[in-house]
């Protein structure tokens, strides 16, 4: 038998209650924050009112990338970058090597335990509303 480490419900939503009341401060800047397991499964997103098609659909790959990858989505697009190779090169279409998302790591054993996705700001500030989710989570 296995003993898994997962996010439970309740940190989730700490997370997106923290992420969503510094995201509400500013409603002309609309955006997309996405919440997914360890296989990139999606447990919670949400999207404010007047946010576009892209910054929806990269939120939930931002925070996919970072469960399946284990590392943040800048480092992940840092890595392939240094090594000349593309996101496409990984067969991988939900993938984006683009910052603006966080891995959830288990703080004693480093297990993934999930990524948390946010796109409709600048690149620097979806990933400081991210690190808002991650530190919510209370890990």
Known sequence: MYDKPMLSLDQVRRAMDAMLELATKAPDHPLAIAIVDDQGGLVSYMK?????VIPQRMAIRKAYT???????????AERLASQGRSVAEMGDPQLAAVQGGV???HPSTSVILG????SGLSAEDDEALARVGLEALGL
């Open 103 to 105: 891995v959830v790591l």
């Open 115 to 118: 990524g948390i996705g946010v």
């Open 66 to 76: 970072c469960a399946v990858t284990g590392q943040d989505s800048k480092a992940y």
């Open 48 to 52: 404010m009112d007047g946010c576009r």
